[in-house]
């Protein structure tokens, strides 16, 4: 039999689980029904995380249904079984909250050994099937590992968080399910508020407890934004920076990249020791300055640092944000002093700056914004949107405008 886990106030129950299992089963604390799987699995503390939970409805009926129908969504490994003397009344609900199976508060161990194999069974066959490329692990787990996307800049205010969260939306609109964004500024990071998310659970619950061992579990504690994102957010306050360890990040960032195709990191304006834990799992490094001498030798240093530490990326990319045709600096300018092309150029923009206000990033919308074109090329470098066929009188027209468009475009991303 495999892990059970009891949701009971009621002791002879629990006792006649534990003779029809012959085993010492675990059990939550007494007091409410954990309103959520994250809950429930902060209640289990260090145990097991359990393939079949058993949960009382004489708890209370709704909160009992709302756990079930949570755990079928959120938990594929996970098949629950309801202790209920209302079997023919709740019949429906409960299918519907995706429970397995119902068993009697009066049930014999027979009955209830009967229940559980059954409920073993479900839960084995749920985790065999899954959409796209997931396997068929009981975690759901990708087989081939996803892209390290860091957004990096040595200066504050350059825009890190901007590019990071509109880069995640734009993967996460254009590939459902398909990304992750982490908030690896630790003291001041404010992704939440640039995504005007209220987290329930921030990155200092998934780096502990059952969340780091088991990546269903860690999926519960994780923030969905209504882009279709999933966000790992700051922690509440800047002294819980502290209990994120540098080895309990990198097997967070391991185990996204597992689930994920793109987990996107935003950084701290520094180089600290979890920045570059994050460097070496980052596959695509996004460099970010502003237009002005400042923020580009600034750059310019971080680089030749990471050089200097043997940091080798698969790719770079050089973004030069809040670019202001009079500031005096041009594109070349910029080059010269990083001594390498600049892949993207944001002009400064009204939209950019209204949408962090309001915490709804540029790319969540087909909103029309200087930015925002500009944005949608950095998503393409990722994932490149589908090439629309040309119409033949678009077509016509482009050869009588052509050469004089095509040499105004080039070199202007
Ligand atoms: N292209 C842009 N046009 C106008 N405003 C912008 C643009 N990019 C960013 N901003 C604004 O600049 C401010 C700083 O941006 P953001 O928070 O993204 O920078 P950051 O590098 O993450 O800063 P920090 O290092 O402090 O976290 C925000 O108010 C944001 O709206
Ligand atoms: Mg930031």
């Known amino acids: 039999m495999n892990n059970i886990l009891l949701a009971t106030d009621f002791v002879d129950l629990r006792d006649r689980f534990r003779a029809a299992t012959g085993q010492a089963i675990p059990a939550l604390p007494p007091g409410p029904l954990p309103a959520s799987p994250a809950q429930l699995f902060q209640q289990l503390g260090g145990g097991d995380v359990p393939e079949v939970v058993v949960i009382d409805e004489r708890s209370g009926t709704e909160a009992a249904l709302e ?52 409920a073993d069974r479900a839960a084995r066959q749920r985790t065999r099937v899954g959409p796209g490329d997931r396997d068929d692990s009981r975690t759901g787990s990708r087989s081939t590992r996803g892209r390290v996307i860091s957004v990096v800049s040595p200066k504050g205010g350059v825009g890190k ?24 500024d630790l003291q001041f990071g404010d992704v939440s508020t640039a995504l005007n998310l209220a987290p329930e659970h921030t990155i200092v619950d998934v780096v502990q407890g059952a969340a780091a061992r088991d990546s269903m579990v860690l999926k519960t504690f994780l923030t969905q934004h209504e882009s279709g994102l999933t966000v790992v957010c700051g922690p509440h306050s800047p002294v819980e920076a502290d209990l994120v360890g540098v080895d309990e990040l990198t097997h ?5 990249a597992a ?4 987990v996107v990191i935003d950084t701290a304006p520094a180089i600290t020791d979890h920045v570059l834990a994050a460097l070496d799992l980052t596959n695509d490094l996004v460099l970010v300055t502003s237009m002005d001498v400042p923020g580009v030798r600034g750059l310019r240093k971080e680089m030749d640092i990471l050089r200097d530490l043997g940091m080798a990326f698969e790719r770079r990319h050089v973004v030069v944000n809040l670019a202001d045709p009079h500031s005096g600096l041009t594109r070349s300018d910029v080059e010269a002093t990083l001594g390498t092309g600049v892949d993207l150029v944001l002009p400064r923009s009204r939209g950019a700056a209204v949408s962090i206000n309001q915490g709804v990033p540029l790319l969540q919308s087909d909103v029309r914004d200087p930015a925002a074109k500009k944005l949608r090329r950095l998503v393409d470098r990722f994932a490149p949107a589908p090439k629309k066929e040309p119409r033949p009188s678009r077509e016509k027209a482009g050869s009588r405008f052509g050469g004089r468009h ?3 475009r080039k070199g202007a991303q």
């Open 161 to 184: 968080t901007t590019i990071a969260a509109n880069l995640a939306v734009g993967l996460a609109r254009a590939e459902p399910h398909s990304t992750v964004l982490v908030d690896l």
């Open 252 to 256: 967070l960032l391991q185990t996204l």
């Open 406 to 408: 095509r040499l105004q």
């Open 67 to 118: 756990l079930a129908s949570r755990l079928n969504a959120e938990c594929p490994g996970i098949a629950v079984v309801l202790a209920s003397d209302r079997a023919a009344e709740l019949g429906l609900a409960a299918m519907r909250a995706g429970v397995s199976d119902i068993v009697s508060t009066e049930s014999d161990e027979d009955e209830i050994r009967h229940a559980l194999d059954r």
């Open 259 to 262: 689930e994920f195709r793109f």
